[in-house]
């Protein structure tokens, strides 16, 4: 895969923030030895590269009562050698979409010969082990885990660091091009090899979100990603002095980390998990608060945004779900304690103009999440470690 080396990069403290490098090339033949001018403007990354850090990788597709034909296209998508984690809160009383996405992906792995775990959210015994990992932050008055994306997400990193896997990916499991999910995989990847730090996040942006109106219409920006990138680089720009433009995808579902990266930083609940990373990374490395982590301060945290060939299409939610993502995103930038008060003034400007507050109140704190560190690991391993053969979506063929 030949993508743009790194032009421009933005350093904030310890942070490197790679401005959008985009994909030139899906794939780039066989390895050769390049000129050295190449090498310069290009950054190749090898077929056996990509392979290689694929091995070390959890994909994981959070989900909640998706199209049954959307997520089987997506894991679809996935390279095989990736581990693919399936993290679902779908229901399972009326109908049991749970059991449906399972047999999927057992049929999926039976005739592709390749490993996958899939796990409930609501799990009691994952609920269980957190608890007796010393993790009950994830757990509502009810005593599972909580709802929400975010939720999700974390629940499957660790099962990805039981795993022992070194990277984790997320995918939607709402994508309608299974060829897009192979494409994003393959950015994780060639963002990993071009990384110095092993504290390191890749950041997806597609080269178009197409909206069908009258005929189809190749759109570049969601108001939603508008508003948030606009405020988090308010929050920089501050810090700096310099105005600045580079981040461009505050709200990229579609991201990927290493699990050195993972461990350490605090995450927001459901949709304004993204968006907090970013504040989070800024917070615990930007040089403006006490550093959050020794090594990683040291070795840097870098962060990459590959902007994608493939348009991204997926399952419009509507208008309301729009305000349901703008706001918890914006909350966690107003109650950052970065937040100085031109950006504060920026938020509620932005959420009163699209109605997403009323003129007198300010956004709610959404819910943060301690570091995952905090989790006894050999404590959840051995909690589920009886179980964990139950969630391997080719129980009973091995
Ligand atoms: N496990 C789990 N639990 N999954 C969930 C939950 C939950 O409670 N809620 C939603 N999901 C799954 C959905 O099924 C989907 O696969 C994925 O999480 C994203 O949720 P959507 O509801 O489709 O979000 P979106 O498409 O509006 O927004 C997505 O893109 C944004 C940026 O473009 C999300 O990934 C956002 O987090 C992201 O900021
Ligand atoms: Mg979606």
Request: aromatic residues 8%.
């Amino acid at each position: 895969m030949r993508i743009e080396s790194p032009r421009y990069t933005e350093r904030v403290g310890s942070v490197r923030i790679n401005d959008v490098q985009k994909v030139l090339e899906l794939d780039s033949g066989r390895a050769k030895e390049l000129p050295r001018e190449e090498k310069i403007a290009v950054q190749k990354t090898e077929e056996d590269t990509i392979k290689d850090l694929e091995e070390k990788m959890a994909i994981i597709i959070p989900t909640k009562d998706e199209k049954l034909k959307l997520f089987e296209g997506v894991i679809s998508g996935v390279p095989h050698e990736c581990l693919i984690i399936v993290v679902s809160n779908s229901q399972r009383k009326r109908v049991d979409r749970f059991r449906m996405e399972r047999d999927t992906l057992s049929q999926f792995c039976h005739f592709t010969r390749r490993q996958a775990l899939i796990i409930h959210q609501k799990d009691p015994i994952l609920a269980e082990a957190l608890r007796e990992a010393g993790y009950t932050e994830l757990l509502g008055e009810d005593g599972q885990i909580r709802d929400g994306k975010a939720e999700g997400m974390m629940i499957a990193m660790l099962i990805a660091m039981i795993a022992k896997k070194n990277y984790v990916g997320f995918i939607d499991a709402d994508n309608y091009f299974p060829g897009a999910v192979w494409e994003y995989v393959r950015c994780y990847a060639s963002g990993f090899s071009m990384a110095k730090s092993p504290y390191v996040m890749v950041r997806i942006l597609w080269r178009y979100k197409p909206k069908i109106s009258t005929g189809m219409y190749f759109k570049k920006w969601g108001r939603v990603s508008e508003i948030t990138n606009r405020c988090i680089n308010s929050l920089i720009s501050t810090k700096t002095g310099f105005e600045t433009e580079i981040i461009k995808t505050g709200n990229a579902g579609e991201h990927a980390m290493s699990l050195g990266l993972a461990k350490i930083l605090p995450y927001a609940s459901s949709y304004a998990v993204e968006p907090q990373e970013l504040v989070s990374i800024f917070e615990g490395f930007g040089g403006v608060l006490p550093m959050a982590h020794q090594a990683a301060a040291k070795h840097g945290v870098e962060i990459f945004q590959i902007e994608t060939r493939n348009p991204h299409l997926h399952e419009e939610k509507g208008e309301q779900h729009q305000q349901e993502m703008l706001l918890p995103g914006l909350g966690v930038i107003y109650h950052s304690p970065l937040c100085d008060k031109d950006t504060k003034q920026m938020v509620l400007d932005e959420l009163r103009q699209q109605n997403a507050i009323s003129q007198d109140k300010e956004p709610s704190k959404p819910r943060l999440y301690p570091p995952l560190k905090k989790v006894d690991l050999q404590q959840f391993t051995k909690a589920i470690k009886e179980h964990i053969d139950s969630y391997s979506a080719l129980e009973g063929e091995q």
